[in-house]
Nanobody, 115 residues
Framework: QVQLVESGGGLVQPGGSLRLSCVAS????????LYWYRQAPGKQRELVAG???????NYADSVKGRFTISRDNAENTVSLQMNSLKPEDTAVYYC?????????WGQGTQVTVSS
């Protein structure tokens, strides 16, 4: 069992920035594929960004050029830097760790982008 603790969510105006962080309790953090998902009310959970153990990244088209995912294996942390935020980015954001068929989810952190 992996415990994940997310932080950094909050309220921000359009065009602003937030940085989300997710810290895992488990050692051997470097073996995991790491992802950020988000889910808005009434919508399905969607993949926002991912990063492999080798540092390769991928992003949803809607956030390319605005969001950056990174990992710090020494700190057991995956982060999501979100710039130029839009109201459409409003959602609960979840970090996700995967290893083969196993996966673990954080509790989610609310991001609200509103004027």
């Amino acid at each position: 069992q992996v415990q994940l603790v997310e932080s950094g969510g909050g309220l921000v105006q359009p065009g602003g920035s937030l940085r989300l962080s997710c810290v895992a309790s488990r050692m051997s953090f470097s073996i995991y594929r790491l992802y950020w998902y988000r889910q808005a009310p009434g919508k399905q959970r969607e993949l926002v960004a991912g990063i492999t153990s080798d540092g390769s990244t991928n992003y949803a088209d809607s956030v390319k050029g605005r969001f950056t995912i990174s990992r710090d294996n020494a700190e057991n942390t995956v982060s999501l830097q979100m710039n130029s935020l839009k109201p459409e980015d409003t959602a609960v954001y979840y970090c996700n760790l995967q290893y083969y068929s196993n996966e673990w989810w954080g509790q989610g952190t609310q991001v609200t982008v509103s004027s």
